[in-house]
Structures are given as structure tokens and as C-alpha cells.
């Protein structure tokens, strides 16, 4: 009797522990997959290290009420940033993109809603890319130059997509992810942001959260903090053409 039940327990335990290694594997790929800094040269994570710049980019807006907030705080510390947007937003607050562009900060595409690259076909993606491209250029009357896919997947064909209509692919800094738009608290978003500041970096944030959104309080403390340290604030574009001096 006990026997039986000391080898089921053996067995339930040797199970769990080959569905976690499993996972873990999986996991390893897909991070290799589509975090693979070493060898995608075509994939943007940073800028150059030799220099005390880095680019803050701000997602999926924009938004009504948060990105004019964030516009307000770039401008009060002469900050420039880079804000992919989300098409069927730039369609609802279009004079909140013109702002953007009319304050010296970059737009880029990323996606008209966001779209899952693993899960849709390559004609839907690129109409997704294209439209944003088209919404962008009819608001702002400039041409976005720069993508970055949702949820940071790619393969070849977004690759191929991207420098086809003359894009970058443009992740962020794998430090520099702080998870702000799961409303982790204004410390976590700062910790994250400051405790790892290298130079170069892009830092990934949102000015679109759907629930509450820290954002704004974190930014209050990370450019002074920044700007103290000696960091300069750029658009992704003028970090990259940094790296071709
Ligand atoms: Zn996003």
C-alpha cells in the first residue's frame, strides 16, 4: 500500500519536474529567438556606449490624457523623445501626434492595434505596418522610419518588411524593460529605469496603459535623476546617426 502510494508520488514528482524543465527550454528558444542580440545585426537594442545618451520610447498611444502629460515633462527637462504609435489611435487623437512632431520628438510605427505577429498571417501584418505608415505620414507629413513590432516578436519576414519601406527594427535595451504597463508601482518603473542606466540605452515605456498608469509619477523622478547624472535625451533617429559618426 505504501509503496504504491511512495512510487505515484515519484512519479507525479519526476512529471512536474520534466514539464518545468520543458518550459524552461521553450522558454530558452523563444528568448534566442527573438531577443538574440549577438547575432541580429538588423535589430536595434541600443545606441553607442561610448557616448552619455540614451533615447526613452514611449508605446502603444496616443493618449488622450497621458501623453500630453508626458509631452509637458519632455519639454520642461528640453528631453527628446521617440513614441511608436498604435494606427487606430493616431486615427482617434490625431493632434496629439502632430504635437509630438511640432515638439522635435520622433513617431514611429507599431502596428495599426497592435497586432500579434505569431498569430496572423503576413498579409494582415503588412497591412497593419502599411496603414500606420499611411495614417502617420497624413498627420505628422512625415515619413516614419522606424517599427517596432508589438510584444518585440520578429522573424524574417517583419525583417524584410521593415527594410523594405525603409525601416529600422527597433526593440530596447533588455535591462531596460520595466513592465510599466502592468501598473507595477512608480518604484518599480524608477528602479528599473535607474539602477542599470548604461549608456546608449533605449528604455522601453508606454504612455498608453490601460489600467492605472504610473508612467508619468516614474518620469517625474527618472529625468532629473538622469539629467543630474549627465545624460542626454535623444530620439532614437539622432541615436543611431550618433553610431554612423
Ligand atoms: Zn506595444
Known amino acids: 500500500m505504501y509503496k504504491k502510494i511512495f512510487y505515484s508520488l515519484m512519479f507525479i514528482i519526476i512529471m512536474i519536474s520534466l514539464i518545468q524543465i520543458n518550459n524552461i527550454m521553450l522558454n530558452k528558444v523563444f528568448i534566442e529567438t527573438f531577443f538574440d542580440v549577438e547575432n541580429s545585426r538588423e535589430i536595434i537594442l541600443n545606441g553607442p556606449k561610448d557616448k552619455k545618451v540614451v533615447a526613452l520610447t514611449f508605446d502603444d498611444g496616443p493618449h488622450p ?16 523623445a521617440t513614441f511608436f504609435v498604435i494606427g487606430k489611435h493616431v486615427k482617434l487623437y490625431p493632434e496629439v501626434v502632430k504635437r509630438q512632431v511640432l ?18 498571417s503576413s498579409n494582415k501584418i503588412w497591412k497593419e505596418f502599411q496603414d500606420t505608415q499611411d495614417i502617420i505620414y497624413k498627420v505628422t507629413g512625415k515619413k516614419a522610419t522606424l517599427f517596432r513590432p508589438p510584444f518585440g516578436f520578429y522573424n524574417n519576414m517583419i525583417k524584410n518588411m521593415a527594410s523594405q519601406a525603409g525601416c529600422s527594427v527597433v526593440l530596447w535595451s533588455t535591462h531596460q524593460d520595466s513592465k510599466d504597463w502592468s ?30 498608469c ?21 530620439t532614437v533617429s539622432e541615436l543611431l546617426n550618433l553610431q554612423e559618426e
Do not use: C, M, Q, W
Open 183 to 212: 501598473s507595477p508601482g512608480v518604484d518599480k518603473i524608477v528602479n528599473t529605469v535607474l539602477n542599470k542606466t548604461k549608456n546608449g540605452d533605449i528604455i522601453l515605456l508606454h504612455d498608453y496603459v490601460e489600467g492605472k
Open 214 to 234: 504610473h508612467t508619468i509619477e516614474a518620469l517625474e523622478i527618472i529625468l532629473p535623476e538622469l539629467k543630474k547624472k549627465g545624460f542626454e535625451f535623444l
Open 65 to 80: 490624457r497621458y501623453t500630453p502629460k508626458i509631452l509637458d515633462l519632455l519639454e520642461k527637462y528640453h528631453a527628446k
Open 103 to 120: 515638439s522635435g520628438h520622433e513617431v514611429g510605427n507599431h502596428t495599426f492595434s497592435h497586432i500579434n505577429i505569431r498569430t496572423n
